[in-house]
């Protein structure tokens, strides 16, 4: 793990804890992209469930760190906590904007979010919620892949502030993309029980973040009216496109995350941001531009 004050370029598999000031006034709009409430307010809901998983996955990693003494693995496990520690702080700035602009009542998402959650800490195996933090990060690298790789069309056009503090949110859960199954596999191995992570831990937050979304929706008049669900429709059959895949190749005994490839923007946006975190400006992204490149990108030879 390493901080975001002493960073050379970073190696492949390094941990950055990066504390980013993004930016959430009032005068961002929910429908960040305009052309397009229904996307915005997928990921919206997305964000809603944030301060509430993530929270959960530190619980459960800080859990797991009983039974390990591998040095290596926790290093690497305090490094996942210290990110998503900064993730879900941020998203929760986000959301309270989200619900100050018009929204409030995702209280209610979240007020069911936290009780499911609390019941889960109470309830559940240590085994079982290392294999929901696994399960999910496995269907998060999916998310990754599609929100990079098809940025133009995502994010094109959008407001830069939500689109780059998105994707920077992207770029460090390809940095930590071992870490959960690492622990996991140190604390409490066992197939069966991760195989099942990879459903709950997806399952679970899709319900949750599709709850968010729909509430946004229905409070934009948008839900019961054929050519938005159509348009969301489109959106979602792209996410189950791009995830899919990457929750069946971790559903393989033999499956480790560490196989999947890291998007070649992912590192230049990690490159891109040591070289230039002393300028102390946000890693904004010109989604105006013709390829949306990774902030501080060097220019083209
Ligand atoms: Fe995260
Ligand atoms: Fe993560």
Not at 86 to 91: G, I, K, L, T
Not at 144 to 171: K, P, Q, Y
Not at 232 to 254: D, E, I, K, Y
Request: overall charge neutral; charged content about 25%; hydrophobic content about 40%.
């Amino acid at each position: 793990m390493t901080d975001q004050a002493q960073s050379p370029l970073p190696q492949p598999g390094e941990l950055i804890v990066r504390r980013i000031p993004f930016e959430f006034p009032d005068d961002i709009a929910p429908h960040w992209k305009a052309d397009e409430p229904q996307w915005s307010h997928m990921i919206n809901g997305a964000s809603l469930t944030m301060p509430y998983l993530e929270p959960f996955l530190i619980d459960s990693m800080r859990d797991a760190l009983v039974h390990i003494t591998d040095p290596d693995v926790r290093e690497a496990a305090k490094g996942f906590m210290a990110q998503e520690g900064q993730h879900y702080r941020q998203h929760r700035r986000y959301n309270e904007m989200l619900k100050a602009n018009g929204y409030p009542e995702l209280a209610q998402v979240e007020d069911d979010m936290q009780k499911s959650y609390d019941r889960m800490r109470e309830r559940r195996s240590l085994q079982f919620r290392m294999g929901y933090t696994a399960g999910f990060e496995s269907m998060t690298l999916g998310v990754t892949s599609w929100l990079v790789n098809e940025r133009l069309d995502l994010f094109r056009g959008a407001d830069t502030r939500v689109s780059s503090f998105i994707l920077w949110h992207m770029v460090e859960e390809t940095e930590h993309k071992r870490v959960a199954f690492d622990v996991y596999q140190a604390a409490c191995p066992g197939y069966l029980q991760r195989a099942f992570g990879v459903f709950t831990g997806s399952l679970h937050l899709m319900w949750y973040s599709r709850r968010g979304y729909v509430s946004m929706l229905k409070k934009d008049g948008l839900w019961y009216n054929l050519r938005s669900r159509m348009r969301l429709w489109r959106r979602v059959t792209q996410f189950g496109r791009h995830v899919v895949p990457f929750m069946a190749r971790s559903l393989m005994p033999n499956h480790n995350p560490e196989h999947e490839p890291d998007p070649a923007w992912v590192r230049e946006w990690i490159n891109g941001y040591a070289r230039a975190s002393a300028s102390e400006t946000l890693p904004l992204i010109d989604t105006n531009s013709a390829q949306m490149a990774p902030p501080y990108a060097e220019p083209a030879r």
